[in-house]
């Protein structure tokens, strides 16, 4: 079974930047789309960013488009998410995600989110105001 695990959360000044890591272990993910995700205090997980399995192909919510950026290194094994012009509004916990049979940004974006099979423990982000 394959496991995902976040690092790179912080508390950020507004206008600040981070990147956030997805490391795979187990069985590689290199073949699977992979996506990100967050969870504000008291609202629903919603979409981020997304990114196919060559890294060729990439999707974003219209709220990060411009700021965020996600990529992959499949020698690693690892997945990022570049945030740049954080927003107080960005302030999350940030979960990657992926599922049996996950490939394109379609894949992950068309997918009910309780039906990603694998997803991390999450990365607390944090815009100071």
């Known amino acids: 079974q394959g496991q995902l695990a976040e690092s790179g959360g912080g508390l950020v000044q507004p206008g600040g930047s981070l990147r956030l890591s997805c490391r795979a272990s187990?069985?590689?993910?290199?073949?699977?789309?992979m996506g990100w995700f967050r969870q504000a205090p008291g609202k629903q997980r919603e979409f981020v960013a997304a990114?196919?399995?060559?890294?060729?192909?990439?999707y974003y919510t219209d709220s990060v488009k411009g700021r965020f950026a996600v990529s992959r290194d499949s020698a690693k094994n690892t997945v990022y998410l570049q945030m740049n012009a954080l927003k107080h509004e960005d302030t999350a916990v940030y979960y990657c995600?992926?599922?049996?049979?996950?490939?394109?940004?379609?894949?992950?974006?068309?997918?009910?989110?309780?039906?990603?099979?694998?997803w991390g423990q999450g990365t607390q982000v944090t815009g100071s105001s």
């Open positions: 990114i196919n399995w060559s890294g060729h192909s990439t």
């Open positions: 995600a992926t599922g049996n049979g996950i490939l394109s940004t379609t894949d992950v974006v068309g997918r009910p989110m309780q039906d990603l099979e694998y």
């Open positions: 187990g069985p590689s993910f290199n073949n699977n789309g």
